[in-house]
Structure formats: structure tokens, C-alpha cells
């Protein structure tokens, strides 16, 4: 579907925004907890140097609230000016209702702005950005889209289990979605597979197994865990293959993308992804080092912080690619268009 809903806009990303908890977790003190040293293999592998973990008190909607407040500053916009809130979360502040109902409570959004929470796993922030684009281009009425990625997977991990505890993290990203005469979110692409849904997940807790007594004394199923383990290839083969797809789409080729933004699970991954497509790592921008992984949040996260650190210019081509339990993966081909809007 093209992204163009009328003939004087674009759907495009006006202003970003992201915040993580205060609280440090380095890989010394993980070793020390763990009682091994983790360091090469987490520093050097998956490139994660530090990670924030919310505290006790902390939750979603808080870290969804902080970083949807940042990017509403940075578009100069107010509550007022939010037409439609999509969060994209699977560490959701409740079961029900959803955390987009706390959130808009808390950011005091206008009764007539709906709110929902969407669930693609590590991928959701992919499906919230294209679906906001196509509210915009089917919906005259819509002109401002508040989008926020949360993830506070860190209240499910077990610190003791050495594959989860060292990889996630907690963390948020927003963008406001709204209109622009230049062209700005113009494709998506997406692909699942089911088969591969029991790889990877908080099993308990909903419909399928109820929390029970007997499943808090065991302690398992309701944490974080890896059942099996992912083919190499979903996202070494999956990653090139989507985002040629995705190209092909807006005519553009490979070397014409100026910023790749790829879930930030994995280094050694993006590495090998990069020389497959035969690009350069500068213009693949990573935050796991100081950041870990932040599920769903990572790449609204990631590019919150390329721009800030000043790596995208008007006009630039930039490349989302987001991959993750269920399995999900999904693609976003975009210009970095922003325009200063008035209220």
C-alpha cells in the first residue's frame, strides 16, 4: 500500500524521543552475581557493555511515559495535539487493561484520542510505525500519531539463568507521527513464522497456563526463557532478504540507504549483515553497548540516539529492520524528513 494519503503529505516521523531507568548493570557485576566471567562473550559477541534495569518501583507505563514526554517536547507539541496513541509492548504494565490507557491517563490525552497497546514481540515498534503511516494515509481526520516501544523484560528475567540475564533490558522509545510535504515513511514489508513460537517467551500467566501456586514454587515458566534455540540463518538469510524486498519496493538500491537501524540483540549478527549487503558498519547505529537489549523499544531507542548524535541529514534514507519471538520480523524503508509543526 503506498504510504501517500493525500497529495500535499507524507506520512513522516516528526520528533523522537526515548528514556531508560537510572540504574547501571555492568558486566562486572553480572560476573560477580553469576559467579563466572561473562565479559568477552556478551562485550565482544553481542557488543552489550552495560544494560539499565528498572528498580523495584519502576514499570512500564514509567518508562513509557518519560520517553513519550521527551519526543513530545522535541516536536514543540503538547496532550492536546495527539490524535491517536499506539504503544507496541510485550512487558506490559497489566494483562488488562492496556498499558496505552495508563499512558494516556498519564499524559492527559483529549477523550477524543484513542489509545491501544499492539504485541509483535521485538518487532513491534516496526508494525506501530507502518501501521501509524497508514492510519495517516487512510484517515484524513488524523493528523499527529504518538507511537511508544516500552520493554521491561527484566521483571521476567531469572537473574540466575546466565542466556537471559545478560542480554535484556529495560527501556522506551517514542515518535511522533504526523505529515510532511517531502516524502518521509514510504514501505514496509513483514514476514512471521509460528512454527517458531515456543522458541522463546513468558509462558505463564495468561489464558494458557494461570499462575498458580505450584508455578511460582517452580519458577520457571512464568521467567524469560529460551526453549529452543533460533536457526542462525532467521536473521543472517532473513535480514538481507527482507530489506532487498523492502528496496525493491521504493526503487532504491542497497548503497542509497544512508542509516540502518537493526534490533540490537546481536553485534556479531549486524556485523555479518552488514558485509553481506556489502555496507559499511559506520552507517549501522548500535546502542546495546550501553543500553543491552530493549526488545520492541531498541529501535526507536536507536534512532532517538542518531539523531542526537547528529547522524542523519534531511532527505536521508533510513532502514528499520526488527526481529524477534513469535517469530516476527518486519522492515520500514523511511526519509528523515522532520518538520517544525505548530501546535
Known amino acids: 500500500m503506498s504510504m501517500r494519503p493525500r497529495r500535499d503529505s507524507w506520512p513522516t516521523i516528526l520528533a523522537t524521543g526515548s528514556h531508560v531507568p537510572p540504574r547501571v548493570v555492568t558486566n562486572a557485576e553480572l560476573s560477580a552475581s553469576l559467579g563466572e566471567d561473562i565479559d568477552a562473550f556478551v562485550s565482544e559477541t553481542l557488543g552489550i557493555r552495560e544494560r539499565r534495569w528498572c528498580a523495584d518501583d519502576e514499570s512500564a507505563a514509567d518508562l513509557a511515559e518519560a520517553a513519550a514526554r521527551n519526543a513530545l517536547d522535541a516536536a514543540g507539541l503538547g496532550p492536546a495535539d495527539v490524535d491517536l496513541l499506539v504503544v507496541s509492548t510485550d512487558t506490559p504494565e497489566y494483562v488488562s487493561p ?57 521483571k521476567y528475567v531469572d537473574r540466575s539463568d546466565k542466556k537471559t540475564v545478560t542480554i535484556f533490558a529495560d527501556g522506551a522509545g517514542a515518535v511522533v507521527v504526523g505529515r510532511s510535504a517531502e516524502p518521509g515513511i514510504l514501505a514496509s514489508e513483514f514476514r512471521s513464522d509460528g512454527s517458531l513460537s515456543g522458541g522463546l517467551g513468558v509462558f505463564a500467566g495468561a489464558t494458557a497456563e494461570p499462575v498458580t501456586e505450584a508455578m511460582l514454587r517452580e519458577g520457571g515458566r512464568n521467567r524469560l526463557r529460551f526453549v529452543t534455540k533460533y536457526p542462525a540463518e532467521v536473521n543472517l538469510e532473513g535480514w538481507p532478504a527482507i530489506v532487498r524486498d523492502l528496496l525493491d519496493q521504493v526503487g532504491a538500491e542497497v548503497p542509497d540507504v544512508d542509516l540502518w537501524l537493526w534490533t540490537q540483540v546481536n553485534l556479531s549478527t549486524i556485523r555479518l549483515v552488514m558485509e553481506t549487503l556489502g555496507e559499511p558498519m559506520e552507517k549501522a547505529h548500535t546502542v546495546m553497548g550501553k543500553w543491552g537489549y530493549t526488545g520492541s523499544a531498541c529501535l526507536p531507542m536507536a534512532l532517538d540516539d542518531a ?5 542523519l541529514s534531511p532527505g536521508d534514507l533510513v532502514v528499520f529492520t526488527g526481529s524477534g519471538a513469535g517469530l516476527a520480523m518486519g522492515a520500514v524503508a523511511m526519509h528523515w524528513n522532520p518538520v517544525e509543526v505548530a501546535p
Not at 145 to 152: D, G, H, K, R, T
Not at 307 to 311: M, S
Request: aromatic content about 8%.
Open 307 to 311: 539523531v542526537r548524535a547528529g547522524k
Open 98 to 154: 492496556a498499558t496505552a490507557s495508563v499512558l494516556h491517563g498519564r499524559l492527559g490525552l483529549p477523550y477524543t484520542t484513542g489509545a491501544f497497546d499492539l504485541n509483535a514481540a521485538c518487532a513491534g515498534f516496526v508494525v506501530a510505525l507502518d501501521l501509524a503511516a497508514k492510519y495517516l494515509a487512510a484517515d484524513p481526520r488524523l493528523d499527529r500519531i504518538l507511537v511508544v516501544a516500552v520493554y521491561a523484560m527484566t
